[in-house]
């Protein structure tokens, strides 16, 4: 049977649009079955108008948010520019099913100005990140990094920009991959495949 996937988001939604493309496309091997969001924002709407589930649940209440994946069969959670912390219920019914994707290298630079704080501190490269969300910020173990050069020109927008288009294609590759083939978490070491 197919996976049933859900993707968080709190803005513009360009990395849940290139899930929904290629999802649509039956390319990616699950079925995106919910769109939710902890506050009005164009992505939740556009997700809307495309007939897709949604769910607005303000402040991202984690009992509601629980329930609303419950509700939905959700088998695997994209939090996709979801600006807020997954709490504590959600995590517990979801464990090891949750991804994040960061717009850094981590372990560098968590939080939500990662892209300013890296480009303060004068990094040649920074990118980004997939990762399992855990109880911390941003420190669950990885699932792929994307590299991006950083020139001497960039603003934190066209920096943003350019780390997005990495972005998303590493979101796509590596999603696509885990409800395809599987995945195992061993020892913070996150492996396609099944054991
Ligand atoms: C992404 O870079 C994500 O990593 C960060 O915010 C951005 C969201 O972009 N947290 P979008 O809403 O998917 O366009």
Redesign the pocket.
């Known amino acids: 049977m197919r996976a049933s996937l859900a993707i968080g988001?709190?803005?513009?939604?360009?990395?849940?649009?290139?899930l929904h493309a290629v999802a649509a496309r039956g390319e990616l091997g699950a079925d995106l079955a919910l769109v939710f969001a902890d506050r009005p924002?164009p992505?939740v709407d556009w997700a809307a108008e495309q007939g897709i589930e949604t769910a607005v649940v303000p402040g991202g209440a984690d009992d509601t948010l629980a329930e609303a994946l419950g509700a939905a069969s959700i088998d695997l959670v994209v939090?996709?520019?979801?600006?807020r912390l997954v709490g504590p219920a959600t995590l517990a019914a979801f464990e090891g099913r949750i991804l994040?994707?960061?717009?850094s290298l981590l372990p560098a630079f968590p939080g939500?100005h990662?892209?300013r704080d890296a480009l303060a501190h004068g990094v040649k490269v920074t990118g980004?990140t997939l990762f399992v969300v855990d109880g911390g910020v941003d420190t669950g173990p990885i699932v792929a990094q994307t590299v991006v050069a950083v020139e001497d020109d960039y603003t934190v927008e066209t920096l943003?920009e350019r780390?997005?288009v990495a972005?998303?294609q590493m979101l796509v590759d590596s999603v696509g991959r885990m409800v395809r083939e599987g995945f195992t978490i061993t020892d913070r070491k996150v492996r396609f495949g099944h054991e």
């Not at 939090?79 to 600006?83: E, I, S, V």
């Not at 994040?100 to 717009?103: D, S």
């Open positions: 988001v709190s803005g513009v939604g360009s990395n849940m649009k290139a924002c992505a939090l996709a520019g979801y600006m994040n994707t960061h717009p939500s990662a892209v980004a943003h780390i997005k972005e998303r």
